[in-house]
């Protein structure tokens, strides 16, 4: 769906996409002086999963004898050091299917952090027409950009006319899509399988891989598994169906800028 920006109204961008598409640098090009920065992920882990991500760490620190007694005695606190350039913390919580001894979830705990994910991303995208008023209203900014987090695609649902979030995007903001290319996709693949990233997976894509997943192995069950092969075998399968979804969500309601267009972006003029 086309949304003309006009220059002299303020203007309201949210830029969806893969991981490393430009979607943060595309932000940093905007003078920080007209625009509001929302970081769907930021927000995500510093106040829905805030809470969740901190007992996390200090569950990981009970572990250890000596930390468990200092967070006892309350000699020491643990607290997450979330911003918009660091989110490696976040990563620990998200975690991977795997082998417990080798720091892997089982399948339910982790479909249960999932959901946790999944539940905190939809509010956090929900709370933009809340931010853009606030923008303007308490700080000033004259324009907005919101910046989704790359499993968007995954907690929307393209086909349907009646998605709340889609519903939203489309009534508040001009929606960005930055298409990766091949090569970039091929980046992501190479990376993830030599360091396999925990990041959301839909509980319907876990469900239809694993029987495969189980059957390359010959194990039982996914505990089996060291976590790293998880990874390395679900990443670039869900790369496909993540790129399928975000070109569904495309076609229906968003521009589409090539990485080497929005790579181009060198400032606000640029830009619009």
């Known amino acids: 769906?086309?949304?003309?920006?006009?220059?002299?109204?303020?203007?309201?961008?949210?830029?969806?996409?893969?991981?490393?598409?430009?979607?943060?640098?595309?932000?940093?090009?905007?003078?920080?002086?007209?625009?509001?920065?929302?970081?769907?992920?930021?927000?995500?882990?510093?106040?829905?999963?805030?809470?969740?991500?901190?007992?996390?760490?200090k569950k990981l620190a009970m572990t250890h004898p000596l930390l468990r007694e200092m967070l006892q005695r309350d000699a020491i606190t643990v607290e997450h050091r979330v911003h918009f350039d660091n989110l490696l913390a976040t990563s620990l919580f998200m975690g991977m299917l795997g082998n417990p001894k080798k720091h892997g979830s089982t399948l339910s705990d982790f479909t249960a952090r999932m959901a946790k994910h999944a539940g905190a991303e939809v509010a956090a995208m929900l709370d933009i027409p809340q931010f853009i008023a606030r923008a303007e209203e308490l700080y000033e900014y004259p324009n907005f950009l919101a910046d989704l987090s790359g499993s968007l695609c995954e907690?929307?649902?393209?086909?349907?006319?009646?998605?709340?979030?889609?519903?939203?995007?489309?009534?508040?903001?001009?929606?960005?899509?930055?298409?990766?290319?091949?090569?970039?996709?091929k980046v992501l693949i190479e990376r993830n399988i030599a360091d396999p990233k925990p990041i959301y997976y839909r509980p319907d894509f876990v469900a239809a891989e694993l029987p495969g997943l189980l059957e390359k192995y010959n194990a039982p069950d996914v505990t089996a598994i060291d976590p790293r092969k998880v990874g390395a075998y679900l990443y670039p399968r869900l790369l496909a169906h993540r790129v399928e979804r975000y070109e569904a969500i495309a076609a229906k309601h968003a521009l589409v800028l090539t990485m080497e267009q929005a790579a181009a972006i060198r400032s606000e003029s640029d830009l619009l």
């Open 155 to 185: 907690v929307v649902e393209p086909a349907s006319e009646d998605d709340a979030v889609l519903r939203m995007l489309d009534e508040t903001v001009t929606l960005i899509y930055i298409r990766a290319t091949k090569a970039h996709e």
């Open 1 to 57: 769906m086309e949304h003309p920006i006009n220059p002299n109204q303020p203007i309201r961008i949210a830029v969806m996409g893969l991981s490393g598409v430009g979607k943060t640098t595309l932000a940093r090009c905007l003078p920080q002086s007209r625009w509001f920065h929302y970081s769907v992920d930021y927000r995500i882990w510093t106040h829905y999963l805030g809470d969740e991500l901190n007992d996390y760490l």
